[in-house]
């Protein structure tokens, strides 16, 4: 079964969003989910992330889009596999036309912060582990 990692370029600066970060990251502790800081150059970071064994998936406002029930359906496909997604949001400065042939999702078509893209992320990654669990968490 394959087990989702979410990387982050540097580590949550804001207080209250490093809070909110903390929270999920216990939640979905338990779904096997890791968090990984990683504070390496940008260069430093692809090339790391491109050694990962798995699928790699970088968040990108431009990237494809989902509902959150199709979320959900895509973290069940992509733990069936077998195979480890990795998520990997960006600096601040984003991806700037960085590997433009990698898979790339979109939270919105909003901008946002790297920090607030990493909460978004991280209660979707929630709230898709409980669609899968038929909870009462997400409501149609």
């Known amino acids: 079964m394959g087990r989702i990692n979410i990387h982050l370029h540097g580590k949550l600066k804001d207080k209250a969003i490093a809070s909110i970060a ?11 989910v890791k968090t990984h800081i990683h504070n ?10 491109k ?23 895509k ?16 600096p601040a400065e984003g991806w700037a036309g960085k590997e433009p042939t990698l898979q790339r999702i979109s939270l919105s078509s909003f901008t946002f912060t790297h920090e607030m893209a ?15 669990k038929g909870t009462l968490y997400h409501k149609d």
Not at 40 to 48: G, H, I, N, Q, R
Not at 51 to 66: T, W, Y
């Open 22 to 32: 903390e929270m999920y990251q216990q939640r979905l502790s338990s779904a096997g």
């Open 75 to 90: 973290i069940k496909q992509w733990n069936i596999s077998g195979e480890d997604t990795h998520f990997a949001i960006g």
């Open 118 to 132: 990493a909460i978004i992320l991280f209660e979707q990654v929630y709230r898709a582990h409980e669609i899968l």
């Open 51 to 73: 050694s990962k064994k798995g699928r790699l998936i970088l968040l990108d406002e431009r990237g494809d889009s989902f509902e959150s029930t199709e979320f959900a359906a």
């Open 40 to 49: 390496d150059s940008l260069d430093v970071y692809l090339d790391k992330l």
